[in-house]
């Protein structure tokens, strides 16, 4: 696929438009969804990232949590070092707390929630935040945080 190429080539923007194209037959895809994230997180698109975000939680949040930045070709470790140097820069927007929520989620449950529960005192009526700080609560996974 594509997608796949432009997302181990790190063009985010022509991973997004192929995987969002291969989403729409076949939306309950995990793989597809998890790449979608990382892609529009990289391209700026974070309330788009935080809608699949917690389509893919509710459904399955072991699928991000289990991930295994080799096996996965998941750049999630070095993107998080990228997006916690904006925190400093930017004065903790709400879109990069989300942003390093959803990125942290694929190294570190515990930072993940932190940095949800920071987005939801600045968007305290946001039901997705609400719904995703809810699964990362009940969650009772093995992974180490």
Not at 118 to 130: D, H, M, N, V
Request: charged residues 30%; aromatic residues 8%.
């Amino acid at each position: 696929m594509l997608g796949n190429q432009y997302f181990i080539a790190r063009n985010y923007w022509g991973a997004a438009e192929e995987l969002e194209e291969a989403l729409v037959s076949d939306p309950r895809n995990k793989l597809i969804r998890k790449k979608l994230i990382v892609c529009y997180n990289q391209t700026g698109e974070i309330r788009k990232a935080l809608d699949v975000f917690q389509s893919l939680v509710r459904d399955d949040i072991d699928f991000i949590i289990n991930t295994d930045p080799v096996e996965d070709d998941c750049p999630c470790g070095e993107l998080v070092y990228d997006a916690e140097k904006l925190l400093s820069e930017d004065r903790q927007s709400v879109d990069t707390l989300l942003r390093l929520g959803m990125l942290w989620l694929f190294c570190d449950k515990k930072k993940s929630r932190e940095y949800f529960e920071k987005a939801l005192k600045a968007e305290q009526s946001s039901t997705a935040i609400k719904t995703v700080l809810t699964a990362l609560s009940s969650h009772n996974g093995v992974k180490q945080e």
